[in-house]
């Protein structure tokens, strides 16, 4: 069988961890945050590390089964070592047909909402979702005809879209320590948190959670990583790193631009306008849009690799149509048609679902973007039991406690995500509207594809 060359180093890794992660979340939950603590700026800063506590442990555990897995597709391999090829196929599927193209719709319909915001376009008109359209096949064009140079743009948005962070991480705190607005937002608190200090933190955690989501698809390219035992490990590490410290350093720096009750009422992109001034809020929405490119970019790679991945393990609709490998481009040419059809079909999903006055689908009605977190983490946890339970050959901190605490981590990015779109709009509904549960129409939904799913999981004994 062809293989992928290994054409990607650390920088590219690093940059796939980074730039899949930091999209556009880090520019408005800074507000949804300030909100759900009542302007507390300690307890927000505090829910920022939190979740990226969560998400370092995640990393490392993942990290730890890099350095002795390496196959096709990073986290795919570690769910076949430790709980065998079935589950790794049944995950893979997952990724392959919700997770990964649900995300990369939904970051090509903000990267066009964000350019539309420059020439006033409606956010729901027909321009904006032309624009993502056209962005999606973009980048799909870019990662199946030049994947390399799919690697170089990764890394340049990367750059580019710290940019405005680290502006105002360094920035935005100096100004503020000067005029005395960081002491004073740090000291003042505008209303009481959401539930009191301890449910403030956790409305804030969950605001937060979904701003960190995305750095596991840098596993897409293991098979394409220049010793990918080490370098993968040490991208997941250092990405994740540098994602929580400019998450919280662009946190602090924001408070240094506005005052609380501002930017509660409107948004933390005022405390930039009011630093750099209106050229600099313009030059702000064209580094989002940079951003979220490089996000899109980053998911776009994951998903035009996803059915390679089942296929060189011999399952999945036509194994040996999507295992082929194109000569001059070193590409998977027929997973990537088929990575931007799905992609196509979940933004007409999210597009008709959310952006639309009534929805299009009825009961089955969410978020592409962030249902499909409640199942990703809860498909790691086997995983991570069964590496416990296996890997005798770790001491304790290694087979136990890290593994522990990334059950728990994952327990809780279920439990938030849930929190968030079944519970709070639940019991806020009206009697008429009880029906309106997306975390369960959505469990239908994933139930079914995972049914279509085993239709084909092996297709050499369909006769």
């Not at 392959?96 to 376009?121: D, E, I, K, Q």
């Not at 729901?124 to 096949?137: H, K, N, R, S, Y």
């Not at 809020?281 to 994951?302: D, F, K, P, R």
């Amino acid at each position: 069988m062809e293989k992928l060359e290994k054409k990607y180093g650390l920088p590219t890794a690093i940059c796939m961890v980074v730039g899949t992660v930091i999209g556009s979340g880090v520019f408005f939950k800074a507000q949804n945050v300030l909100a759900a603590t009542g302007g507390n700026m300690p307890l927000g800063i505090w829910a920022w590390v939190i979740t990226g506590f969560l998400l370092i442990v995640c990393s490392l555990q993942f990290a730890l089964m890099g350095t002795k897995y390496e196959k096709v597709s990073g986290v795919i391999d570690y769910a076949e070592a430790t709980c065998g090829k079935s589950y790794a196929y049944y995950l893979g599927w997952f990724m392959v047909n919700v997770y990964y193209p649900g995300m990369t719709s939904v970051l090509a319909w903000v990267s066009a909402r964000y350019f539309g915001v420059l020439f006033g376009w409606s956010m729901v008109g027909p321009e904006v979702l032309a624009l993502a359209g056209f962005f999606l096949i973009a980048s799909y064009c870019m990662n199946a005809l030049s994947p390399k140079l799919a690697g170089k743009f990764q890394i340049s948005a990367t750059v580019i879209k710290l940019i405005p962070i680290i502006l105002m991480a360094v920035v935005g705190t100096l100004v503020g320590i000067f005029n005395g607005t960081l002491s004073t937002n740090f000291t003042t608190v505008v209303s009481q948190a959401v539930g009191g200090t301890s449910g403030g933190l956790f409305a804030a955690i969950v605001a937060t959670v979904f701003a960190y989501e995305g750095w596991i698809c840098a596993t897409s390219i293991n098979a394409e990583l220049k010793n990918a035992k080490k370098t993968l490990p040490l991208a997941l590490i250092i990405g994740s790193l540098i994602v929580v410290v400019a998450y919280v350093f662009y946190y602090i720096g924001v408070a240094g631009g506005a005052t609380n009750k501002v930017l509660i009422e409107e948004g933390a992109t005022t405390a930039f306008s009011n630093i750099f001034g209106g050229v600099g809020g313009t030059l702000l929405n064209i580094c989002i849009v940079v951003s979220c490119l490089g996000t899109l970019n980053g998911l776009m790679v994951a998903a035009t690799r996803g059915m390679y991945s089942l296929a060189c393990r011999d399952q999945g609709p036509k194994p040996e149509l999507f295992k082929q490998i194109d000569k001059n481009t070193n590409m998977v040419t027929n997973s990537s048609i088929w990575g931007l059809l799905v992609c196509a079909a979940w933004l007409v999903y999210f597009y008709g679902a959310n952006l639309t006055e009534k929805g299009w689908f009825g009961y089955f009605n969410f978020d592409s973007s962030e249902l499909p977190i409640i199942t990703i983490y809860a498909l790691y946890i086997p995983i991570f039991i069964v590496w416990m339970i296996r890997e005798k050959e770790f001491g304790f901190v290694k087979r136990f406690l890290l593994p522990s605490v990334a059950i728990i981590s994952c327990v809780f990015m279920v439990f938030a995500a849930v929190y968030a779109h079944g519970i709070t709009p639940y019991l806020t509904a009206k009697a008429e509207d009880r029906f309106s549960f997306p975390v369960l129409f959505y469990l239908i939904l994933f139930a079914v594809i995972m049914l279509l799913g085993a239709y084909f999981k092996n297709p050499k004994t369909k006769k």
